[in-house]
Nanobody, 123 residues
Framework: QVQLVESGGGLVQAGGSLRLSCAAS????????MGWFRQAPGKEREFVSV????????YYADSVKGRFTISRDNAKNTVYLQMNSLKPEDTAVYYC????????????????WGQGTQVTVSS
């Protein structure tokens, strides 16, 4: 059983930056592809980004491409989401997810999910 705990959310002005972290425990972190999703009030959860188990492959939603960067440190069992040039429409609860298959993560069907961290971008 893998436990995921997100951190790093907060309130930031438009154009600012935040770095989210997701710490994993209880499993072999390097075995899992890791992803980030977000859910804004009144909207469905949407895919943000995924990174392969090795970190060698990444994929982003068009809405964040060029602004967000996903990375991982397998020695620290942690995945990160660096968010730059934030916009008010990035406001959401951000969740990390894990699965052995990247495609499953992208589809939102990962085996493990964190509790989320709130990101609020003011205009």
């Amino acid at each position: 059983q893998v436990q995921l705990v997100e951190s790093g959310g907060g309130l930031v002005q438009a154009g600012g930056s935040l770095r989210l972290s997701c710490a994993a425990s209880g499993g072999t972190f390097r075995s899992y592809a890791m992803g980030w999703f977000r859910q804004a009030p009144g909207k469905e959860r949407e895919f943000v980004s995924v990174i392969s188990w090795s970190g060698g492959s990444t994929y982003y939603a068009d809405s964040v491409k060029g602004r967000f960067t996903i990375s991982r440190d397998n020695a620290k069992n942690t995945v990160y989401l660096q968010m730059n040039s934030l916009k008010p429409e990035d406001t959401a609860v951000y969740y990390c997810a894990a699965d052995r298959i990247s495609r499953t993560v992208i589809q939102g069907k990962g085996d493990y999910w964190g509790q989320g961290t709130q990101v609020t971008v003011s205009s």
